[in-house]
């Protein structure tokens, strides 16, 4: 750091509130805080107030999904030795697929379900679950009907992922924190058992179902178990 930036630093100290806004706003006329503020011809500050008007709307909620899979890939993946994350083509039914020399894994990256900015209880999606749970909503955000089946397309089948990895932003308040486990032991819809039930419970802490260790879900899938989580 040279001098020049030390001084400036210095007197920043000594600014008001105020007086640090002013400057900062006017660095901001030369500096973006992000490329798609260039891609868009369009400052970041707008793109957060059309967010942040939309709070009870379907892009709000997409964006926090959006955000919570960002989170998984900075806070977790970039994080782990000896994974690479493999590229992916078309539309797959997980967001990360990763490899470690092994064999290959794929993870869907879900948002701990809220209600009003608060997490939601297991029991108020599924009365028969426990009032001291918590739940994560696991259908596709887009759904849609099979030409063929004329089935719904919207909930995820068992064998279509591996892991289930779930951001518990609206209880901890950190986007980084995460709940894993193995998507075959996930509840099915007792129409139909191939397929994966809408709401599923999830432990405040962990403990024999779910994780908050992704390495530790990692082993329980490789060891190829096979039960049905507890709610």
Not at 148 to 166: H, L, M, Q, S, W
Not at 177 to 195: A, G, H, Q, R
Not at 203 to 223: A, Q, V
Request: proline share 5%; hydrophobic share 35%.
């Amino acid at each position: 750091m040279d001098k020049q930036v030390q001084t400036i630093l210095g007197l920043l100290e000594s600014c008001t509130i105020e007086q640090r806004k002013v400057i900062f706003q006017e660095l901001r006329r030369e500096f973006k805080i992000h490329p798609i503020e260039g891609q868009l011809n369009i400052v970041a500050e707008i793109i957060l107030e059309a967010i942040h008007k939309d709070q009870t709307g379907l892009t709000f909620r997409m964006m926090r999904g959006v955000i919570a899979e960002a989170a998984f890939e900075v806070e977790v993946i970039s994080k782990m030795k000896h994974w690479k994350m493999d590229s992916l083509e078309g539309d797959p039914p997980f967001d990360y697929l990763l490899s470690d020399g092994e064999g290959k894994i794929s993870v869907q990256v879900k948002l701990q379900r809220s209600v009003k900015h608060e997490p939601m209880l297991a029991n108020k999606a599924n009365k028969n679950f426990s009032p001291d749970m918590f739940v994560v909503e696991t259908q596709k955000t887009r759904g849609g009907i099979d030409s063929t089946t004329k089935e719904n397309t919207r909930p995820y089948r068992f064998g279509e992922f591996d892991i289930i990895a779930v951001s518990m932003q609206p209880s901890t308040g950190q986007w980084g924190e995460f709940m894993y486990t193995v998507s075959d032991w996930l509840i099915p819809d007792p129409k139909d058992n191939s397929l994966i039930l809408k709401f599923q419970p999830i432990p405040k802490s962990s403990n024999e179902d779910w994780t908050n260790d992704f390495e530790t879900c990692i082993k329980w899938l490789r060891e190829k178990r096979e039960k049905t989580i507890d709610h």
